[in-house]
């Protein structure tokens, strides 16, 4: 996760950074690990792991908010001996105080969401906020929105097409 800090605490086994969209964790093992070593549950309100043969949990809890676990992975780097878990959440645009309930909590108040780049957005999305940034710079300046100059051009279409009807209401004016 981008520009954020990592939040620790001495009594987790783990550290941990968050977006408004997703939490990372990792876990740095002293020894070599591979993933096949490692007994990894995540569903969308639970998340266990532990060592294959042990019966300590390294994380054995809740997570704070539901979270989309079939868009959730982790993967184990066999240089750094690091677990690597990325986390969907559920509700996106918040963040967390904590990842498992009854774990410490930071405070969340002093986060602030990333800036998004208009580019991360689908073609539809960027459309209508480029659509909506010109009717405002039009609206500032005194000029017609693309509302308007639509419905001008299609008058001024019906008008060419219909001269007759052009000429009734031009007398009527």
């Known amino acids: 996760v981008k ?3 990592w939040n620790t605490h001495e009594t987790l086994p783990y550290i941990w950074n968050q977006n408004q969209d997703e939490i990372t964790i990792e876990i740095a093992f002293e020894q070599p690990i591979r993933a096949r070593m490692l007994d990894i549950k995540l569903t969308r309100s639970k998340l266990t792991v532990k ?5 300590e949990y390294l994380i054995n809890g809740e997570f704070y908010e539901r979270v989309k676990h079939n868009d959730s992975t982790w993967t184990v ?17 918040n963040f967390w105080p904590c990842v498992i309930k009854g774990h410490p909590e930071i405070d969340t108040s002093s986060l602030e969401p990333e800036n998004s780049n208009l580019n991360d957005l689908d073609d539809e999305s960027q459309r209508m906020i480029r659509k909506m940034m010109f009717d405002q710079n039009q609206k500032t300046q005194g000029l017609p929105t693309s509302d308007d100059l639509q419905n001008e051009s299609m008058m001024k279409k019906f008008m060419e097409e219909n001269p007759e009807l052009a000429e009734q209401m031009a007398n009527v004016n």
């Open 51 to 55: 060592k294959k043969g042990s019966d």
């Open 77 to 93: 780097d066999p240089q750094t001996f690091v677990l690597n878990i990325e986390i969907e959440k559920y509700t996106k645009n």
């Open 3 to 5: 520009n954020m800090s």
